[in-house]
């Protein structure tokens, strides 16, 4: 199974950009939570509070490897544990990759983008969040 990971890095940019609009269609999509209420400190009420691309998988090295055909796109992104087994009924260790600044996000939806309208149109919305 390993080598089928390593041939997927192989790939051209072209291809790797067609799988990962696909992984992302099907195990992710975009993030974005504003809040609700007031709030005190540096946070304007009504701003964005979080704005991401997540893609969860339990298999880890399958979101190596997406990772780094991120990486080969020049899109910055990271991977977070998100549930460990025995959680909130996990039977098995959980990830999730992210994608969190402007300029990736910006990059992700110029050259990959979503299948799914309603999953682009949130997207288009994050980014014409930025100031």
Known sequence: ME???????????N???KYLRGFAD??????????RHERKGHHVPGDPHVRAIAISNSDRRLLNTVQQMFKNLEIRCRIYLDVRKGERKATMDSWVLKILDKESITKFAELIGFSDPKKMDILQQIIASYR
């Open 26 to 35: 099907g195990e992710g999509g975009p993030r974005f939570y504003r809040w």
């Open 15 to 17: 291809e790797q950009a």
């Open 3 to 13: 080598n089928v990971y390593t041939e997927m890095l192989a790939w051209t940019l």
